[in-house]
């Protein structure tokens, strides 16, 4: 996965441990079958493979552990890449912007 490859969620449920308390600080979650574009990609310094989408933002956390902040990121694993045939592609027109 990289910049720009369009996923689908395959798997959007939370871990019961963590379901109290991290809504607070991941708002925006993703939704099974949507569909997404990646918009970053890290290894979350080798933790877990971890995405940023262009459709989803989060909060801005600071996390003393490591001493930085982040965006907070989907494990990778919760996404599938889609194939070229599954990609919707969106084209708007000048015209269409105008109008809005």
Not at 7 to 18: G, H
Not at 32 to 41: A, M, N, S, V
């Amino acid at each position: 996965m990289r910049p720009g490859t369009r996923v689908i969620c395959i798997d959007d449920s939370m871990n019961p441990d963590v379901a109290s308390w991290q809504p607070r600080y991941c708002p925006n979650w993703v939704k099974l079958d949507q569909k997404y574009t990646i918009r970053e990609f890290d290894d979350n310094d080798g933790i877990v493979d971890g995405v940023l989408l262009e459709e989803i933002t989060n909060p801005i956390l600071y996390l003393p552990k490591w001493n930085r902040v982040i965006e907070p990121r989907f494990a990778a694993w919760r996404f599938r890449e889609l194939e070229d045939d599954q990609v919707e592609e969106t084209v708007t027109s000048k015209e269409e912007v105008a109008v809005l």
